[in-house]
């Protein structure tokens, strides 16, 4: 691999996504996507005793449908990259802890899928495992304990809110396959804050971050937006999505109208179901990713997207002592297999 321009890397011989699965909870499985995803919970708690023990075992049970698709076991993989919302990404820990191959727990908060997936590439392609897995999980029940209020609470939440999905995604990244999906570059991303400390409108807090990191990956690459079907932002919402097309536009030139596509605007019927500006949380792209996109990139419906996750890197002692919300956005330009003809960019 090599590295192009500011940011960008370059990976030479294309790691590739061997086995992907997506599980989510009941409101997910109520949305537009529910048949996309390998399996949805009627109850939420996955009959554990607590909702962190819950969100492990979304987890646990998302690597292991991965590992299936993938033809695969635990004892094959060299690495697990994992990470969630919670205090020391606890509930990676806990749904990893039986594993016996080497673990990295990392928090990039709803980036973490991009993060935990680009990181997979880097180390696929230096030679430093043959196979990783990439895995990221949220809960609603648990977002809301930490980063809010408890449930009980029965608090109101504002227009601008967006509501956590429950959810886990993972991929398995190994060396590049023609019939698999490739991973071709990838962008970690550059901290950004524009001073906002609203909690609730965290779409208008990462926005920015979003912005600069894709116009970060078209100086570096030279790249131009018809050479990819759809840039796939995490969880902006519907507030965050329009601020990036404008931010896009006024600051950086950059149209991406018709392009850009929004996990956290696609994975619930706004309004049938009661999530004000759309779906946030680590698991929103994830499970999205992992079974909408990365299907359609297999069968060659799609030939190129950009995958760009986008992260509030507050905690509930930040947040409570006034500061601001500083964000992220992580990058990965992902590919169909060799060996699957297209009809070429949808958008073209």
Not at 1 to 26: E, L, Y
Not at 102 to 118: D, P, V
Not at 242 to 263: N, P, Q, T, V
Not at 264 to 279: S, T
């Amino acid at each position: 691999m090599h590295r192009q321009g500011k940011r960008t890397i370059i990976f030479d011989s294309a790691p590739s996504i061997t086995g992907n699965a997506s599980v989510v909870g009941s409101v997910e499985g109520e949305g537009p996507m529910c048949a996309e995803f390998d399996r949805v919970f009627d109850d939420d708690t996955l009959g554990e005793e607590s909702y962190e023990k819950s969100e492990s075992a979304l987890q646990k049970e998302a690597l292991t449908r991965a590992l299936k698709k993938a033809g695969k076991t635990e004892e094959s993989l060299d690495f697990i990259f994992a990470g969630d919302l919670l205090n020391q990404c606890s509930a990676s820990t806990f749904g990893m802890r039986d594993t016996e191959c080497s673990f990295l727990g990392m928090f990039g908060a709803c980036s973490t899928m991009a993060l935990t997936l680009a990181s997979a590439a880097v180390f696929t392609e230096s030679g430093a495992g043959i196979m990783s897995a990439a895995v990221t999980s949220s809960h609603f029940c648990t977002a809301e304990r930490q980063f809010r209020m408890p449930l009980e609470y029965g608090g109101q939440r504002p227009q601008s809110a967006q509501r956590t999905v429950t959810g886990a995604g993972a991929s398995i990244v190994s060396l590049h396959r023609s019939d698999c999906p490739s991973i071709e570059k990838a962008v970690f991303g550059r901290i950004v804050d524009m001073g906002i400390a609203d909690a609730n409108n965290m779409g208008a807090a990462m926005a920015p971050a979003a912005a600069g990191t894709i116009a970060d990956f078209f100086e570096d690459t030279g790249c131009d937006l018809r050479d990819f079907d759809y840039i796939v932002t995490g969880d902006l919402g519907f507030i965050g999505s329009e601020l990036l097309r404008e931010l896009l536009l006024k600051d950086y030139s950059l149209d991406i109208g018709s392009r850009h596509l929004d996990c956290g605007k696609m994975i619930f019927h706004r309004e049938r179901q009661d999530v004000h500006a759309g779906g946030s949380g680590c698991g929103c792209s994830a499970s999205v990713l992992n079974s909408y996109f990365l299907n359609r990139l297999k069968k060659g419906e799609m030939e190129k997207i950009l995958f760009v996750a986008t992260g509030a890197l507050m905690s509930p002692t930040t947040s409570l002592q006034g500061e601001t919300i500083p964000s992220i956005a992580h990058l990965v330009e992902l590919r169909r297999p060799d060996s699957v003809r297209t009809g070429g960019n949808n958008n073209a």
